[in-house]
């Protein structure tokens, strides 16, 4: 399909790192999706909670499913707005790369572990990832990725760390935008998060569809479904609600954006980085009904005791392998420990084991916990 005039393409692309042949079959984006679906961080993702903590059910979401659903509403919108496909959907793929163990709750805690040592952002992990952290190819560290796909993954930076990235941490400091595929891959995010969340949290009984109904954005489609199919319940009725809402929310976030991009006629992506706002998004009317879900996930699902447990064990495991690690190097596999004497002066030794302890799945660090403190737990596997 034709690329609109403001969609990213290859052909002006700033490129990568390091330079490489063009593929003979595939495009450049398509090529960096790929290489994203073979790196090792990404099958990881399939033991990463996301809002559940892995072994809690076979049916909730982790981060690999989410990857995915975020992936299929990031596509949809870059196909109907006519921007880069392939692009958005290597976006999507990588954007919880650098994400640990036990979703925002392992986050919060190794950034905590970290204050002292330049902290730890999820998003920024993501880049690190795919520019260092990877060990695939004889030519270069990480992926080497194109520029745009890196401007993507890399959605939020402190000030402090962007202004170690060169170019491409130069938009928190100027204001501008990044590319129209990360700004779709950014909004996929949201709606594909807080649907699915609805989705796992009445299925886990945390939340009911009583309460949802407090908030126009599933009343309306609750309202529409009931009169049409008033016999429906169970797993059918969830799922058409939660599909409805799914749709509601692209079709007005494509519209919206087809407004905008009408509105301020972008020539070209530099046209996209400097226009002074995001050109994708919802309607006022739309983003204010999706607030209201986000604050009420917020306080009554990710903040449901039940929840608040698992978060309070994360918080537990991974502030004991930090603080054991660091405290005894002698404990990490010599794999790890190589990496802080080989690489001494670039990285530190913390640096490397928020690497180690960022890059575990639920089930690793929970096994690893046990190795170190449990007595009975055997050291040899
Ligand atoms: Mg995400």
């Known amino acids: 399909m034709a690329l609109a005039r403001y969609a990213a393409n290859e052909k002006h692309s700033v490129g990568r790192l390091y330079r490489e042949l063009a593929p003979p079959f595939r495009g450049e984006y398509q090529r960096d999706r790929d290489r994203i679906i073979h790196s090792s961080a990404f099958r990881r993702l399939e033991y990463k909670t996301q809002v559940f903590v892995n072994h809690e059910g076979d049916m909730f979401r982790t981060r690999l499913t989410h990857s995915i659903e975020v992936a299929q509403i990031g596509r949809t919108i870059a196909r109907a707005l006519s921007l880069n496909e392939d692009l958005t959907e290597a976006i999507c793929l ?49 992926l080497n990725l194109m520029f745009e796909t890196r401007e993507g993954i890399l959605k939020h930076c402190s000030r402090k760390n962007a202004r170690k990235l060169g170019a491409l941490g130069k938009r928190f400091f100027n204001a501008s935008r990044p590319g129209l595929e990360a700004q779709a891959a950014d909004m996929a995010d949201e709606v594909a998060y807080n649907n699915h969340d609805v989705d796992d949290g009445l299925r886990s009984g945390l939340i009911t569809v009583e309460q949802l109904n407090e908030f126009a954005v599933f009343r309306e489609q609750y309202d529409f479904v009931a009169r049409l199919w008033p016999e429906l319940s169970g797993r059918r009725l969830i799922h058409e609600l939660v599909r409805r809402m799914i749709n509601s929310q692209v079709c007005d976030l494509i519209d ?40 009420f996930l917020r306080s009554d699902l990710y903040n449901h005791y039940q929840v608040n447990r698992m978060t309070h064990k994360a918080k537990k495991v991974i502030c004991v392998l ?60």
Request: aromatic share 8%; proline share 3%.
């Open 94 to 142: 990588a954007h919880d790369l650098g994400h640990t163990p036990f979703g925002h709750a392992g986050q919060d805690a190794l950034n905590q572990c970290m204050r002292e040592f330049g902290g730890f952002e999820h998003n920024l992990q993501s880049l690190r990832v795919v520019d260092q952290l990877e060990e695939k190819y004889a030519a270069f560290p990480g």
């Open 256 to 295: 919206n954006s087809k407004l905008k991009i009408r509105e301020f006629k972008p020539q070209g992506i530099e046209d996209v980085r400097s226009a002074g706002e995001n050109l994708i998004g919802m309607s006022a009317e739309m983003a204010k009904k999706h607030q209201q879900l986000k604050r």
């Open 322 to 381: 930090f603080d054991t690690f660091t405290g005894n190097q002698s404990l990490l596999p010599d794999e790890v420990r190589r990496k802080i004497t080989s690489e001494a002066g670039i990285e530190t030794a913390e640096r490397v084991i928020a690497d180690y302890i960022a890059g575990m799945t639920d089930r690793y660090a929970i096994a690893e916990y046990d190795r170190i403190n449990n007595p009975h737990t055997n050291t040899f596997y």
